[in-house]
């Protein structure tokens, strides 16, 4: 199934010229947020300036950094080892970065959409009196997503990765009056340490089994190892992705993180932080191609995944969280292409690429709707806006022409080939996942012209107290210009793309699958055509302003597919029954554990603690009873 | 006579001592108990030094003794300032801090 | 007959002898010096014998030369200067704690300890200032577990441990407030403190019947060539074990810690938690890896599953705590069962990690003792985690800097928390005790929740009318707090030099 061998061994030419200061690109930004920190209020007239001017400044060096490498000849790769971060024994860890085709691309998306994701910032926190913190949050959050993506070793990689989480938490919270989004940070932390912890782990078996965390010994040794291994290794590294990426089952958070402004929604929970696990897979692609099952098992979760996200985003009326599940499913795209292996990997990066532009587009289209609508977020109750915002609409639009896939914009020429590619996957499986992505297309195009019609076009569905009125030019160039890039970056990507990521990826065989490309263009094309005319049918006199009652299917999906009933059967009401103490320390008024999964560490420990009597006597009497544990043990360990 | 016999008298000590620890409630006989098995060590440390046919076990029971002594002093101090606080000994009525 | 004295290398022992020495001198300094005078005469004291004492391991450290001296009751060598070096510096971040007056008239301790609590004159000797002695007592607890670091033999290590214990009993006693508190904690640590060392000793008396001997590399031969029997071996070195478990906080011995944490004074409870840390884990990696490295099948196992236990439990209990002195308690707990996962990985590697997790770990933990002691109210420190909603509006610099240590704490990198554990567990790996680092991973994830809550309660609760003010720290603190971050920020950003430094501290000496 995977037509490539990794028998040539990776290898990373040191970087020299203007290469050797790569290091700036994360230094600018993490300069720049320790000023906007350290000045407080003395910097709240220019702050976000210079927020924004950090960014683009960065950007400005990545497209240098971008041509450089593509000038170098050969191996395309730039190392730099700025110092030894743990010099000591057998574990040698140096603070490496590592410019090479996959991480430029990611270097390209994360400081062009995040520069215009800041400019629109500007104008969307322009009365929020935490603009300055808010800046510095954006731009600690640039500094680590770029460090994330820099990195040469599974540490660096992990720095970012702890980074990024930490400032995503930070911005969702940033809403501090808003008890949901102090849940929906808390929420995230959980979901995100599950993740987290199977990334550390696989750090740590890499170090047992390979004694190294670089990328290239990694690589290199990954064929010594035992399929047993890999497939665990591989198990964990997916565990972190799918936490950070909103894959099944750790989905959940993802969808909560859109209490955080809108903006922080737009670049960090839909083009780049939540990318991180799909980065991860790529970037490991010497692991995951080299078990067979624990590709079956990224292919599944992707499936799974992006119908899980499909479903959901039918039911939601808010505007944001039918964005996010529509994220959540798209990644789920990006999982699919990542673990088909082979070609699919770059696939899987151009979507992620395209995804960037559009998903930020709508995002900020989104945005540009509240920000007229006095932060009205039901899409039930918009219609007609068309008219007094022109250039969200039109924006919004194209970004909606390229999610659905439909041509010549970039959602056509990165998704089907994944569609494809899943059909061309030997065996039933090609036909169950290829299925799945087929469904899912149609759904997506269902679901979003759902939006699309109910915010933009039927009857005006607002209150008359409201006025409609387009956004500021600040947050409208922003939105044009993503825009374009969703329109041109397509066909551009699929091609030269593919190619610049060859070293990084893999060289690929043509593939001659069972379906031609004709033919699942043309059945993608029927069922996102089904799918955008029964939208338009249903939803083009508008929607009833009251939940319909609706049957088990609807509602399932209302509820966000009862995923958190489900997280409550298993994990909540066990912990709730072992015991009442943690109920006594909530109501208290003390900020409680929430979640399920610390709810049953909670219960225990409420009841471990009623353990601490407060006596001597019994104090002295479990260290007795240790003492004897202890030599009984040391006895049965050795004589027995 | 087998000194192997002072060796289980020591074991025995000491565990009356730990048991000692447990059961009292007086923090003067707990600190006793405590003594105790410190002298149980200071036997088995003797009994050893014979056994070995070394003196160090016998030097080593003259350093636990100073030792004690310290240990009593301090620990002396410590309860005599509780008691005179709540007026009582009793190990069991030092129970504010806890969970 | 006629006694030959054994030769003493008076350089070599300089470090300890100055403190004991100025313990001493303090001692005459309380009973001689005007009650005014004491205070000036005593920080400065304490300082200076701490700097000249810090001054002379540096000198043995550059002198490469490791020795063996006093009768071979005392053994420098790399790791236990590396060990005694860490002791001093955070011997002086703590006497900053112990020394700032400025939060409260008079300082952290009570005038007349005994004075009744509570009584008429308990009442008036409120603003006095407060006793001196805990200086020399200080002094002596820092040179008994710079002793305790590098003892030879097991009798030293044994009386090392008394010097250094029987003082931290009289400290935890000293508080000037919740009086009542402090003393019961006193008394259970004592109880349970001098329960642990009969452990100890009836271990030392079962050993030295095992191996005839009591000195380390006497011990160590005799693991494998002595003919008594293998029990009398295991008894006694689980009853050691049981001594040095208790003092380093590992589960079940840990009952007293969460107690004396809250109950004691708190710069007394910050230099428990780092000095104490340092030395317990210091003389348990000298006794393991000198002297039964050759058991260490026998006895990996059973210390691994205290450790996880130690882990585990540690964490889960700090998820429902409700006060700051006893969650950074449990904290400690749980962080004992990280070094001893780095401790029993029983290699190079270990030993580097676990001296490197100590040291970061301790000025960690006093910058949070500090802040702790700023955060008050008319009533003295408000410690009810409760209390602490809304501190992030009132004083966002401070609830800053305890988010960051929180941050550290949990492990996230580019701070010291992360490099230690990374290294640890990176360790306990490479010394085939994988099992154990995964549950440390986990526990470590559990742990996050407790400090994430108090990071949450800071900055997303708004203030009520009893949110206690942050103090303005004097410049005591404000040294300890600005150290114990920043050395926080550079062991995660830039550990290399540190690791230098426990790298080149090399071995043992056996």
């Not at chain 2, 509780?82 to 009525?93: E, K, L």
């Amino acid at each position: 199934m995977d037509n490539i061998q990794y028998s040539a061994a990776v290898e990373y030419a040191a970087a020299s010229g203007t290469l050797s200061s790569i290091w700036l690109l994360f230094a600018i930004p993490l300069a720049s947020a320790a000023v906007l920190f350290l000045l407080g209020r003395r910097a709240d007239k220019w702050g976000h300036l210079l927020g924004v001017a950090s960014v683009v400044a960065t950007f400005v060096l990545g497209l240098v950094y971008f041509f450089q490498l593509k000038g170098l000849s050969g191996n395309r790769s730039a190392e730099v080892d700025l110092f030894s971060f743990m010099p000591v024994g057998s574990l040698k860890v140096d603070f490496g970065l590592l410019l090479d085709p996959l991480s430029a691309v990611f270097v390209l998306l994360i400081t062009g959409v995040g520069s215009l994701i800041h400019i629109y910032a500007v104008g969307y926190m322009a009365h929020d009196p935490g603009r300055r913190r808010f800046f510095a949050f954006f731009n600690l959050f640039i500094a680590a997503m770029l460090l994330l993506v820099l990195g040469n070793n599974y540490v660096m990689l992990y720095f970012g990765w702890e980074g990024v989480g930490l400032a995503s938490y930070l911005l969702i919270s940033f809403f501090f009056d808003k008890p949901s989004a102090a849940t929906a940070g808390k929420k995230a932390f959980l979901m995100n340490r599950v993740g987290d912890a199977g990334f550390a782990i696989a750090m740590f078996l890499m170090f047992a089994q390979l004694g190294s965390v670089n990328y290239d010994d990694v690589f290199n040794g990954v064929n010594q190892l035992t399929q047993g291994t890999v497939l665990v290794m591989g198990l964990l590294l997916l565990l972190g992705a799918c936490g950070k990426s909103g894959q099944f089952p750790l989905q959940a958070w993802l969808p909560d993180a859109m209490e955080g402004p809108t903006p922080v929604s737009a670049l960090i929970h839909a083009a780049t932080m939540v990318t991180a696990g799909v980065y991860l897979i790529a970037r490991s692609n010497a692991v995951f191609s080299a078990n067979a099952t624990l590709q079956t098992v990224v292919v599944s979760i992707g499936a799974l995944t992006l119908l899980i996200g499909c479903v959901i985003g039918c039911a939601k009326d808010d505007i944001k969280r039918v964005l996010a599940y529509s994220t959540v499913s798209q990644i789920g795209y990006m999982f699919l292409g990542v673990g088909l292996g082979g070609a699919a990997y770059a696939l899987a990066i151009i979507h992620l690429l395209a995804h960037g532009f559009f998903k930020a587009g709508m995002f900020l289209g989104a945005g540009s709707v509240m920000h007229g609508m006095q932060d009205q977020v039901d899409i039930r109750r918009f219609g007609g806006l068309w008219k007094y915002m022109k250039i969200t609409w039109i924006t919004f639009g194209l970004g909606y022409v390229a999610i659905i896939g439909l041509p010549p914009l970039s959602g056509f020429f990165t998704k089907d080939p994944i569609i494809l590619a899943a059909f061309n996957r030997p065996g039933w499986t090609g036909w169950l996942f290829g299925g799945a992505a087929l469904l899912g297309a149609g759904l997506t195009a269902f679901y979003m012209t759902r939006l699309f019609v109910l915010t933009f076009h039927g009857p005006k569905r607002w209150t008359d107290g409201q006025h409609p009125h387009e956004s500021p030019a600040v947050m409208t160039v922003p939105l044009v210009l993503l825009a374009v890039g969703s329109v041109a970056s397509g066909f551009l990507m699929s091609t030269s793309v593919v190619d610049w990521l060859t070293p990084v990826l893999g060289k690929h065989a043509e593939e001659h699958g069972r379906l031609g490309h004709w033919t699942v263009t043309g059945m993608t094309m029927a069922v996102v055509a089904l799918g955008l005319a029964a939208g338009v049918l249903l939803f083009r006199k508008g929607t009833a302003l009251e939940e319909q009652p609706a049957g088990p299917v609807v509602t399932a999906a209302r509820n966000n597919l009862y995923a958190d009933t489900f997280n409550e059967l298993v994990f909540e009401l066990p912990g709730r029954y072992l015991t009442r103490a943690l109920v006594f320390l909530d109501n208290r008024g003390i900020d409680g554990v929430v979640n399920g999964l610390a709810a049953m560490v909670g219960g225990g420990s409420g009841r471990l603690r009623r353990a601490q009597t407060g006596y001597v006597r019994s104090y002295a009497l479990s260290m007795l009873g240790g003492a004897l544990l202890v030599v009984a043990a040391l006895m049965a360990v050795t004589l027995g | 006579m087998d000194p192997s016999y002072y060796i289980v008298l020591s074991a025995a000590l000491f565990t009356i001592g730990a048991v000692g620890v447990l059961i009292r409630r007086n923090a003067i006989v707990v600190f006793m108990c405590i003594e105790l098995m410190l002298n149980a060590a200071n036997l088995a440390l003797i009994t050893f030094s014979r056994m070995n046919g070394s003196l160090d076990g016998q030097i080593m029971a003259f350093f636990v003794m100073v030792v004690a002594a310290a240990e009593v002093v301090i620990g002396l101090a410590i309860i005599m300032s509780i008691f005179r606080t709540r007026r009582s000994a009793s190990v069991d009525d030092a129970n504010l801090l806890k969970y | 007959m006629t006694f030959k004295l054994p030769a003493i290398d008076y350089l070599a022992l300089a470090p300890m002898l100055v403190l004991f020495g100025a313990a001493c001198a303090g001692v005459l300094v309380d009973a001689l010096v005007p009650r005014e005078w004491r205070y000036h005469v005593q920080v400065p004291l304490s300082l200076v014998a701490l700097l000249a004492s810090g001054g002379f391991v540096v000198a043995l450290a550059n002198r490469k030369e490791h020795v063996v001296t006093a009768g071979s009751a005392v053994v420098i060598d790399g790791p236990g200067l590396f060990l005694q070096g860490s002791i001093v510096v955070l011997g002086i971040v703590a006497l900053f704690l112990v020394a700032e007056r400025r939060l409260e008239p008079g300082g952290a301790f009570v005038a007349q300890a005994a004075v009744v609590a509570g009584s008429e004159a308990d009442r008036k000797q409120m603003r006095k200032p407060g006793v001196t002695e805990v200086y020399p007592m200080m002094l002596f607890a820092l040179a008994g577990m710079m002793l305790f670091c590098s003892a030879n033999d097991l009798l030293t290590m044994f009386v090392a441990l008394e010097v250094f214990s029987l003082p931290l009993y009289l400290l935890c006693a000293l508080a000037r407030r919740r009086r009542l508190l402090s003393q019961e904690a006193a008394v259970k640590y004592f109880l349970l403190g001098a329960f642990a060392s009969a452990f100890f000793l009836y271990g030392v008396a079962m050993i030295y019947g095992y191996a005839g001997k009591v000195d380390f590399r006497g011990i160590n031969e005799a693991v494998l060539g002595s003919s008594n029997s293998k029990t009398l071996l295991l008894i006694g070195l689980a009853m050691l074990a049981i001594g040095l478990l208790f003092k380093v906080a590992a589960v079940p011995f840990h009952v007293w810690t969460p107690d004396v944490y809250q109950g004691a004074p708190t710069p007394i409870t910050a230099f428990m938690a780092a000095c104490t840390k340092v030395a317990a884990f210091g003389g348990l990696l000298r006794v393991l890896y000198v002297a039964f490295e050759r058991s260490s099948w026998d006895f990996r196992p059973t210390l691994g599953v205290i450790a996880a236990a130690t882990m585990i439990v540690g964490a889960v209990l700090a998820v429902t705590q409700t006060d700051i002195k006893r969650l950074l308690a449990y904290s400690s707990v749980a962080n004992a069962g990280y070094l001893l996962t780095g401790t029993l990985s029983m290699n190079r590697d270990g030993l580097k990690y676990t001296m490197f997790y100590l040291v970061a770990y301790g000025f960690t933990v006093l910058a949070a003792f500090a802040i702790v002691m700023l955060v008050r109210d008319s009533d003295g420190e408000a410690t009810h985690l409760a209390r602490w909603a809304g501190l992030g509006r009132r004083s966002p610099v401070f609830a800053s800097l305890f988010t960051f240590l929180m941050l550290a704490f949990a492990g996230i990198p580019l701070t010291s928390g992360f490099t230690a554990k990374f290294g640890v567990f990176a360790a306990a790996v490479g010394g085939n005790m994988t099992w154990l680092v995964i549950i440390g991973v986990l526990s470590s994830m559990i742990l996050a929740f407790p400090y994430l809550r108090v990071v949450v309660l800071m900055w997303l609760s708004v203030p009520g009318d009893d949110t206690p003010t942050v103090s303005v720290p004097g410049a005591f603190t404000a040294a300890a707090l600005f150290v114990g971050v920043a050395m926080t920020l550079v062991l995660g950003v830039a550990p290399n030099q540190a690791l230098e430094l426990v790298n080149d501290a090399g071995a043992f000496l056996r």
